[in-house]
């Protein structure tokens, strides 16, 4: 399968984008300043990215800005500054917004960033548009182009259960704590990405999977020219979301690769830096795969020895 048949539609608009406006700097989960500062932004459409009364305000604010904090934590940085753009409907009332800032300023603080201006505009729907400003690390920045073959695969956390909470959701299901708070309440992985950056003695690939697991593997390898071979039986799914797969009759797997949201960590090391990474006390770096010389080429190694190329074109629809 050729890179363009790989390739989102996203992606070739960024990679257009990085060519109409000849700009070096796009390309990565931050553009680096030269002045070393980290520059993020995204935007959360409602009915797109969610749903009123699905979320709580509260929820909706810490959401918005933790996926910023991820962008950040992608490439290991100090989370300084953000700026906060609304637009609102005429339903939304004043107690309304004032839960939605509770929930940014409560992210805010425990990630210790400061909220300093923004912009309120009318319009027909909720958009939240937040715009982050960070240092780089003292011992670099992660880069998805900075994987070398030979290093190992490792990631945070565990995947498709953002999916899963999702679904429990639409379905007006709790009892699954673990998926409930990955979907509403996701937590940036700044101290993970530091220590990471710290122990590859300042080479380091990263990517938070905002859009999937496979979707991080495929990216990493692409602005890197490597392959990776990923074992199946060893991408980490929670049990919750294995369970909240069955009543849902999906494929955990197909979560964990498609689903997206998840807000964790992929990442490669030199092995021997993993060596010594892995006996520290605090890590939770999993390894789940292996940096090969195949360009642009994830195999997924499942059981019995069998692997096949992973590709983007199952793509997960969470609003159909």
Known sequence: MSDQQNTTREQRLIANIKKWTGERLIGDDCAVLPSQMLVTADTLVENSHFIIPGI??????????????SDIAAMCGRPRFAVVNLTLPPQVTDRDIEMLYGGIVDCARAYRCRIVGGDLTAGSIIVISITLIADTHENGISLRSAAKTGDVVICTGDFGAS???????KAKLAGFPHCSNKHFRPLPRLCESWSLIRNSDGRAAAMDASDGLADALVQIGRSSAVGMEVDEAAIPIHQQTQDVARLAGADAMDWALYGGEDYE???????????????????????????????????????GGRSYPLTLDKTFQPWS
């Open 163 to 169: 999916a899963a909470g999702l679904w429990l959701m």
């Open 265 to 303: 960590l992929v990442a490669t090391i030199a092995a021997e830096r993993w060596l010594r990474m892995q006996q520290l006390p605090n890590n939770t770096f999993k390894k789940i795969g292996t940096v090969t010389d195949k360009h642009s080429t994830i195999l997924l190694k499942g059981a």
């Open 56 to 69: 709580s305000f509260p929820d909706l604010g810490w959401k918005s800005l933790a996926v910023n904090l």
